[in-house]
């Protein structure tokens, strides 16, 4: 299994004038928990065996944001945002049906840092990095050392773009492209929008839900700015995660004129519940984000243990509609390789 490394630019010498301050948000992605035994004392876990937890890190790291960390309930070893990062020696048990790579990415990695699954819209992974390693990410194990975007593979990626007419969508992806600094996100981005023929540009981002001091006024300017209609779909699993500092955050990127939905994954000991997922799109409207997917767990190798079952997917689909209004009810879906889209449950 390969290990994840960051390949990207975040934190190569600063160039800045002394007149000139490190972003907070800097500040904060270089200051993320990375220590298991770290993470134990902050909460307050003392019956965990830390160096157990660090078996389940040599290839896939801890990382957290410490404002992530400070919205768990300390001493609960159940909280919901802790299970999401806290290494399990599950992840180390090899599950039949699971595999490195569930939706063959490989496949559709055209070029180094394109997929190109579905019609219309490609997939660009900008960077390896995150603020945060959910432990059941669905790339965990992804070749990002294969994709690394410099200047000739960037060229070559805009080349491909512009070639195919029908690629009206541009997805930035990762990784989170919101690792990246916006010096390097404004050029990405003013080179993608001088392709006529591309009118959309989607931001996949897990940043304003665990690191909410991203959004600032510089990003906000250039966002705002963009000629190309703008999306940005973050990843919240739990109401929990929505405090008011990620309130404010996405408010913001919303008063740019950007389109805001939510993604988020089905996880067993996570939000396996019905009042739980209610709780989580009342809460996510109230920050101005629509549900827009309820996603079924990939099967990837080392994330079984998150599983949950169709049956109980469906149930809780069910429940979900019989509260809440349409515009409030995520779709419930799976991606299923060689599909032309997502398949819907």
């Given at each position: 299994?390969?290990?994840?490394?960051?390949?990207?630019?975040?934190?190569?010498?600063?160039?800045?004038?002394?007149?000139?301050?490190?972003?907070?948000?800097?500040?904060?992605?270089?200051?993320?928990?990375?220590?298991?035994?770290?993470?134990?004392?902050?909460?307050?876990?003392?019956?965990?065996?830390?160096?157990?937890l660090g078996k389940a890190c040599a290839d896939f790291p801890l990382r957290v944001p410490r404002g992530f960390v400070d919205r768990m309930t300390k001493g609960s070893l159940s909280d919901p945002l802790l299970r999401q990062v806290l290494p399990d020696a599950a992840e180390?048990?090899?599950?039949?049906?699971?595999?490195?790579?569930?939706?063959?990415?490989?496949?559709?990695?055209?070029?180094?840092?394109?997929?190109?699954?579905?019609?219309?819209?490609?997939?660009?992974?900008?960077?390896?990095?995150?603020?945060?390693?959910?432990?059941?990410?669905?790339?965990?194990?992804?070749?990002?050392?294969?994709?690394?975007?410099?200047?000739?593979?960037?060229?070559?990626?805009?080349?491909?773009?512009?070639?195919?007419?029908?690629?009206?969508?541009?997805?930035?992806?990762?990784?989170?492209?919101?690792?990246?600094?916006?010096?390097?996100?404004?050029?990405?981005?003013?080179?993608?929008?001088?392709?006529?023929?591309?009118?959309?540009?989607?931001?996949?981002?897990?940043?304003?839900?665990?690191?909410?001091?991203?959004?600032?006024?510089?990003?906000?300017?250039?966002?705002?700015?963009?000629?190309?209609?703008?999306?940005?779909?973050?990843?919240?699993?739990?109401?929990?995660?929505?405090?008011?500092?990620?309130?404010?955050?996405?408010?913001?990127?919303?008063?740019?004129?950007?389109?805001?939905?939510?993604?988020?994954?089905?996880?067993?000991?996570?939000?396996?519940?019905?009042?739980?997922?209610?709780?989580?799109?009342?809460?996510?409207?109230?920050?101005?984000?629509?549900?827009?997917?309820?996603?079924?767990?990939?099967?990837?190798?080392?994330?079984?243990?998150?599983?949950?079952?169709?049956?109980?997917?469906?149930?809780?689909?069910?429940?979900?509609?019989?509260?809440?209004?349409?515009?409030?009810?995520?779709?419930?879906?799976?991606?299923?390789?060689?599909?032309?889209?997502?398949?819907?449950?």
């Amino acid at each position: 299994m390969e290990p994840l490394v960051d390949l990207t630019p975040d934190f190569r010498p600063s160039t800045t004038t002394p007149l000139q301050s490190t972003p907070r948000w800097k500040k904060s992605l270089a200051n993320v928990v990375r220590d298991p035994a770290e993470l134990c004392k902050l909460l307050h876990l003392s019956d965990i065996d830390a160096a157990e937890l660090g078996k389940a890190c040599a290839d896939f790291p801890l990382r957290v944001p410490r404002g992530f960390v400070d919205r768990m309930t300390k001493g609960s070893l159940s909280d919901p945002l802790l299970r999401q990062v806290l290494p399990d020696a599950a992840e180390l048990v090899e599950t039949q049906h699971y595999s490195t790579d569930p939706l063959d990415e490989l496949d559709a990695n055209t070029l180094p840092g394109l997929l190109h699954k579905y019609t219309g819209r490609v997939l660009i992974t900008l960077t390896s990095s995150c603020a945060v390693h959910c432990r059941y990410c669905f790339r965990r194990h992804f070749a990002y050392g294969d994709n690394r975007l410099g200047d000739s593979a960037w060229q070559n990626l805009l080349d491909y773009i512009e070639r195919d007419t029908s690629i009206t969508e541009v997805i930035l992806s990762g990784g989170d492209p919101l690792n990246l600094p916006d010096s390097i996100l404004v050029s990405r981005v003013a080179d993608i929008e001088r392709i006529a023929h591309v009118t959309r540009l989607r931001l996949h981002t897990r940043q304003p839900v665990v690191l909410p001091e991203r959004i600032d006024d510089t990003f906000l300017s250039w966002l705002g700015k963009s000629r190309l209609n703008r999306v940005m779909v973050i990843h919240a699993n739990h109401a929990n995660e929505l405090d008011h500092s990620v309130e404010k955050a996405l408010r913001a990127v919303a008063s740019t004129g950007t389109t805001l939905l939510n993604q988020s994954v089905l996880l067993d000991g996570v939000n396996n519940d019905a009042n739980t997922l209610v709780a989580l799109s009342e809460r996510l409207f109230t920050c101005g984000v629509l549900p827009y997917y309820l996603h079924l767990p990939d099967r990837v190798q080392g994330t079984a243990h998150f599983h949950v079952s169709d049956e109980r997917a469906h149930q809780l689909q069910s429940a979900m509609q019989a509260r809440l209004p349409g515009y409030l009810v995520p779709k419930l879906a799976r991606e299923v390789a060689g599909e032309s889209s997502k398949q819907h449950l």
